[in-house]
């Protein structure tokens, strides 16, 4: 029985059948698999800023990736949304299924939402959101 998450192959013969010399036959791969995007957004106080992308990028997003629950990553700025108050990222982990998503909630999220906190207590603003992923080009 496939699944919104299973692994679809799907393979194309050019030629179909039919035989030209000095043609090699065209062999596609092509595959479908439906995603959760985990998006995270932190404004972060002006005074930690550089602090804190440095622990992201180095320590935090590392740790995330070494669950083994996502298969990429990417840190983005939020354009527009600076203030006196701080600077918006946001972080999108994709996860290939929502059977590793919830063993990333369950046995990791919450050591690393803790380090977090401590790290930068008083100085961010977080909220997560869960994405479903339908295509991506």
Known sequence: MLRPDSLILV????NRGRR?????EELSL????????YNVTVKINLLVREEWLHWMQKEH?????ASACFRSYRLLHLEGFDDDEGTTYAI??????EELFE???RD????LQKKHLKMFEGKFVAFRTVL??????
């Open 20 to 24: 030209s010399p000095g043609k090699s």
């Open 132 to 137: 479903t992923l339908i295509a991506e080009g």
């Open 103 to 105: 063993i990333y909630q």
């Open 30 to 37: 092509h595959y479908t698999m439906s995603a959760l995007i």
């Open 61 to 65: 997003i590392p740790e995330v990736m």
């Open 92 to 97: 999108q982990y994709t996860c290939p299924s």
């Open 108 to 111: 990791h999220a919450p050591a």
């Open 11 to 14: 393979l194309q013969l050019s």
